[in-house]
């Protein structure tokens, strides 16, 4: 495994992230609501605080959730349509390190994305002078970043199975409708057979809960909350790995006779 | 370009087949050809549209499977990065990243063939200058256009040395001129030793370049034999006579 050749793959994925303007555009919008939502005058100052921070770690989440479906799904179905795949596997490049490289391109700009949120945050939360609790927000920040390395490699396996849109859809149901999802199969688990049970359990397991890596809510009311254990933490970081690791190897089994 | 030694078999394909679709819509591509491809050499592969050309082409850079025989280039089986390592490929339609300039593509692709960053620096003003497309290294892609995008091509094929050309429709999309300064520099490449194999429908640009030419149809491997033994079939006219000749043959063979 050559890892300036992953790094190469990375940086491209990077490169046009960055020179789309596409992230840009979804950062001025950022910055035009926070400021909106900023101006409003009818809360208390502490209302309007808890406001801003619901509003702006919501915003932040979703905004970089759908940036990172949408860069990895298109990623592989581009680069079959634009035929930009032949000079590059023409490289002593293996498929492996392809897909690692598409990967954590993705990954890493969604982080870049997120990072210039979190600057606009950040300036919102000066600008108003509120308090923030650093210990769970590093923890929301750490859950998020894991949850997109998730959606990361969803979007990649979900393109190799179905066409670029499918794949939009599919990953943004299951981010958007993840925790309402849950809670119906709560209900429905109570009132269910053995098989039917079974089958709930087997497809609670299969579908990550993405819902588990939002720690928004904590985030906004920290006065009430305190940072969640480490023991919790590291449950969640193997959780993800889980899954990154499992969808990622679909992937490549899926991308590794695939005739280019 | 590094020379390989003397007569060593580069490109050995046996009994390959492959096709297309899966059940009653499979359609066989190729049915069980066999050539090979020496050093130094350069060598025409020919054939109407739909021949097999390309899918033979990506069998030997690893792009598709074979559904049967054995394919080795340097020893390796087809697709091997080891064997990569040592080939310039030209894709038949390529589009290079548009938000890439040409200086950042060409050292993606030498990076990724394992080119410092100051071999690099050096490397990519001469190359770029060789396919005429001097001084072009900071000008973004997305304003090329085809023949530029062609000329690219060329040059990303050559950036890392390689021992072997593989060209699928070599001089798709260039001008008149460019198809001349591509003559000259492969002629210039072949005197190096380089080792080249490229399909194309332009027959003159075969007839001037190669010393070999393979001829397969509809899967089927028709000639491979010396260029001069061709156009002394035909009477020393032209590939193009031979050419037209043989699939006429064919065709009534067929009948």
């Known amino acids: ?260 | 370009m590094s020379k390989s030694l003397p007569s060593t078999v580069l490109i050995d394909v046996k009994d390959l087949e492959a096709g297309y679709g899966k059940g009653k819509h499979r359609t066989q591509a190729l049915k069980g050809i066999s050539f090979q491809v020496r050093s130094g050499e350069c060598v025409g592969f020919i054939g109407a549209n739909g021949a097999g050309k390309s899918t033979t082409l990506k069998i030997l850079m690893g792009f598709r499977f074979p559904d049967a025989g054995e394919v080795t280039v340097f020893g390796c089986p087809a697709g091997e990065p080891e064997s990569r390592a040592r080939i310039g490929y030209l894709p038949e339609v390529a589009l290079y990243y548009p938000f890439m300039k040409a200086g950042e593509l060409l050292a993606l692709y030498g990076g990724l063939g394992g080119l410092s960053k100051s071999e690099l620096k050096d490397l990519i003003p001469d190359i770029l200058k060789k396919v005429g497309l001097a001084g072009k290294e900071n000008e973004l892609l997305k304003s090329f256009s085809k023949g530029m995008q062609q000329r690219l091509g060329i040059a990303q094929s050559l950036i890392t040395e390689p021992e072997l050309l593989i060209y699928d429709e070599l001089s798709s999309g260039l001008d008149p001129l460019g198809r001349h300064d591509l003559r000259e520099l492969l002629n210039d490449l072949k005197k190096q030793g380089c080792t080249i194999f490229f399909s194309s429908h332009e027959l003159g640009e075969v007839e001037s370049l190669c010393d070999r030419v393979i001829m397969i149809h509809q899967g089927h491997l028709l000639r491979d034999a010396p260029l001069n033994d061709l156009l002394e079939e035909c009477g020393d006219r032209s590939l193009e006579t031979f050419y037209i000749q043989t699939l006429r043959q064919e065709a009534k063979a067929g009948e």
């Open chain 1, 1 to 260: 495994m050559k890892v300036s050749s992953i790094f190469l793959v990375a940086r491209t994925v990077w490169l046009e992230a960055v020179r789309r303007r596409d992230i840009y555009a979804i950062v001025m919008i950022a910055c035009l609501l926070f400021a909106v939502v900023m101006s409003l005058d009818f809360f208390q100052l502490e209302g309007l605080n808890k406001f801003y921070r619901e509003f702006a770690l919501k915003f932040m989440s979703t905004a970089t959730a759908i940036t990172v479906i949408v860069l990895s799904a298109r990623q592989l179905p581009r680069e079959f349509e634009t035929r930009t795949i032949y000079p590059l596997m023409a490289r002593p490049l293996s498929r492996f390190e392809f897909l690692l490289g598409k990967l954590l391109g993705v990954w890493f700009t969604s982080l870049f994305c997120f990072a210039l949120f979190m600057v606009v945050f950040l300036f919102g939360m000066l600008y108003l002078r509120a308090d923030l609790q650093w210990g769970i927000f590093l923890q929301y920040l750490y859950l998020q970043a894991l949850m997109m390395g998730i959606l990361a490699a969803l979007g990649f396996v979900l393109s190799l199975l179905c066409n670029i849109d499918a794949a939009i859809a599919f990953a943004s149901l299951l981010f958007f409708l993840g925790s309402t999802m849950a809670s119906m199969v709560n209900m429905i688990y109570t009132l269910s057979t053995p098989a039917i049970k079974w089958i709930l359990i087997v497809l609670t397991w299969l579908t990550p809960q993405l819902f588990l890596f939002d720690l928004s809510e904590k985030t906004v009311h920290s006065d009430i909350w305190s940072p969640i254990p480490a023991s919790v933490i590291g449950s969640l970081s193997l959780y993800a790995l889980l899954f990154i690791s499992v969808y990622f190897s679909i992937t490549l089994l899926l991308f590794r006779r695939k005739a280019l």
